[in-house]
T-cell receptor, first 114, second 117 residues
Framework: AQSVTQPDIHITVSEGASLELRCNYSYGATPYLFWYVQSPGQGLQLLLKYFSGDTLVQGIKGFEAEFKRSQSSFNLRKPSVHWSDAAEYFC????????????FGSGTRLSIRP | GAGVSQSPSNKVTEKGKDVELRCDPISGHTALYWYRQRLGQGLEFLIYFQGNSAPDKSGLPSDRFSAERTGESVSTLTIQRTQQEDSAVYLCASPPSGGVSGANVLTFGAGSRLTVL
């Protein structure tokens, strides 16, 4: 069965600083990988996804993530964060035919220091 | 409909009572997921429906939890004899036909917040 680990529960960065949120997955085959964001009081929004092809994927709001098979990682990055990026970020992995079972990590809460 | 609709949006119940939570997926979406999100926690997979196939119930935490879906329509998540630890937001999500691939992604409902006193 697949699993996802987000080792950082809470991260604080200064506005304008770069960001990297870690995600490690466990799955025997090539997984489907996702990053979702949940802003306070809001629903879940997809930032980006990886299914195949180029291992560096671009998402919305200036986010990108890189799939590294050798490290079983799919870390989320942003070169310069904005105060509006403060939210909870979830990494997810899908497995099986058409990613029929999607498992989410426990999330990383991002705070922005003015 | 245009989005995933869940009801009720909020439910407060007494310990030991049964509750039913409803999910109306996007029209034409054959797959449907239920997740649970406790306060300050991540999303916990509960159950997955795909068309007429047997549902994947591997995430249901106990036999007090059950879910039904008839065809590609509404799904109901039932929690019997509720306990305080059942308090959470219950989220429903559906991808388009064929599952999550290519441009298809999970679309989430706004959730049903359950509080067990």
């Amino acid at each position: 069965a697949q699993s996802v680990t987000q080792p950082d529960i809470h991260i604080t960065v200064s506005e304008g600083a770069s960001l990297e949120l870690r995600c490690n997955y466990s799955y025997g085959a090539t997984p489907y990988l996702f990053w979702y964001v949940q802003s306070p009081g809001q629903g879940l929004q997809l930032l980006l996804k990886y299914f195949s092809g180029d291992t560096l994927v671009q998402g919305i709001k200036g986010f990108e993530a890189e799939f590294k098979r050798s490290q079983s990682s799919f870390n989320l990055r942003k070169p310069s964060v904005h105060w509006s990026d403060a939210a909870e970020y979830f990494c997810a992995v899908g497995a099986g035919s058409s990613a029929s079972k999607i498992i989410f990590g426990s999330g990383t809460r991002l705070s922005i220091r003015p | 409909g245009a989005g995933v609709s869940q009801s009720p949006s909020n439910k407060v119940t007494e310990k030991g009572k049964d509750v039913e939570l409803r999910c109306d997926p996007i029209s034409g979406h054959t797959a449907l997921y239920w997740y649970r999100q406790r306060l300050g926690q991540g999303l916990e997979f509960l159950i997955y429906f795909q068309g007429n196939s047997a549902p994947d119930k591997s995430g249901l935490p106990s036999d007090r939890f059950s879910a039904e879906r008839t065809g590609e329509s509404v799904s109901t998540l039932t929690i019997q004899r509720t306990q305080q630890e059942d308090s959470a937001v219950y989220l429903c999500a559906s991808p388009p036909s064929g599952g999550v691939s290519g441009a298809n992604v999970l679309t989430f409902g706004a959730g049903s917040r359950l509080t067990v006193l």
